[in-house]
């Protein structure tokens, strides 16, 4: 988890950097300065939310999973009471 968080943080720091480097402004001028832990907790906000986001998804597959797996498995057995009958 915690490296997804560094990931999108990172991310954020490198938008910064981009934006910058696109106007051509200094990246590191001391009136600018503040933006840059805006930017990366910005990005480690949405690396938190997207974690969750695969987090909940990971859980329903696996809820999902174990329901078809038991329905998978009563089906086999009702055949095999069905062929022996």
Known sequence: ???????????????????????MRPFFNRSSLWAYPFYAAGGASFGYW????????????????????????RKAQRDAEAAQA
Do not use: C, N, P, Y
């Open 50 to 73: 997207l974690q969750g986001v695969d987090d909940r998804q990971t859980a329903t597959l696996q809820e999902r999973k174990a329901f078809l797996l038991e329905k998978r498995a």
């Open 1 to 23: 988890m915690v490296h997804r968080i560094a990931f999108w943080s990172f991310f954020g720091l490198a938008v910064r950097f981009w934006q910058v480097g696109i106007e």
